[in-house]
């Protein structure tokens, strides 16, 4: 079976610029994760879709970052404007739930200068 | 709020030897799943080992093994005979929220292995 697969590994830009994120996960894995991944820390979720929807998005930051899931499929997560305090790992995981866990992507690592 | 708790971060040892590996959490909840992962300098996380709270035996994956306390809420992982590549990152994990769907990482403890 095929892994979750991201792009870019990684990406490095100015402070108030733009950037997104790809994620494709494991074929029929309806849950969708991204979490970000400070330097020294365990990672935190941004947001969970079910299939196209969104099931928790509690510590999404709104004013800068959005995220879409097309046709419960592929997934972005966009910045927009970045702040230095968003540089950080970026992983996307998928799952089909419960037992099983998660199966994580290799993530993009943000660098903002 | 359910939280993770590992109160290492940082842990060696040296190749060949056993290293146990701590982790804490609280929960309401009777019935759950606990899981250790391993993340490397590739950052990819990967999973180590899992426990189902209903079932009283310790989770063992080769050289992996876990000793769960349920009442204690306490979940550790042992590694026996470490080896080179068994250096990372550890994370102990909790799912939790609507469907137990998503997972609540502690803050992770860092292994190295001395040669």
């Known amino acids: 079976e095929a892994g979750v697969a991201q792009s870019p590994r990684y990406k490095i830009i100015e402070k108030r610029q733009s950037v997104a994120f790809w994620c494709n996960p494991i074929?029929?894995?309806?849950?969708l994760y991204w979490y970000q991944q400070i330097l020294g820390q365990g990672p935190k979720l941004l947001i969970q879709?079910?299939?196209?929807?969104?099931?928790?998005d509690s510590q999404l930051p709104k004013d800068r970052f959005s995220a879409e899931r097309l046709k419960g499929v592929d997934s972005t997560l966009k910045i927009q404007p970045a702040k230095l305090e968003d540089s950080a790992v970026y992983l996307c995981?998928?799952?089909?739930?419960?037992?099983?866990?998660?199966?994580f992507g290799s993530g993009t690592r943000l660098t903002v200068v | 709020a359910q939280t993770v708790t590992q109160s290492q971060p940082e842990m060696s040892v040296q190749e060949a030897e056993t290293v146990t590996l701590s982790c804490t959490y609280d929960?309401?909840?009777?019935?759950?799943?606990l899981f250790w992962y391993k993340q490397p300098p590739s950052r990819q996380m990967i999973l180590v080992i899992r426990?189902?709270?209903?079932?009283?035996q310790n989770a063992t994956e080769n050289r992996f093994s876990v000793n769960f306390q349920k009442a204690a809420k306490s979940f550790s992982l042992k590694i026996s005979d470490s080896q080179l590549g068994d250096a990372a990152m550890y994370f102990c994990?909790?799912?939790?929220?609507?469907?137990?769907?998503?997972?609540?990482f502690g803050q992770g403890t860092r292994l190295t292995i001395n040669p």
């Open positions: 995981a998928s799952s089909r739930g419960g037992y099983y866990g998660y199966t």
């Open positions: 074929s029929g894995h309806a849950t």
């Open positions: 879709f079910q299939n196209n929807g969104v099931v928790d």
């Open positions: 929960t309401s909840e009777s019935d759950y799943y």
């Open positions: 426990q189902e709270a209903y079932k009283q």
């Open positions: 994990a909790y799912p939790t929220g609507q469907g137990a769907q998503k997972l609540v």
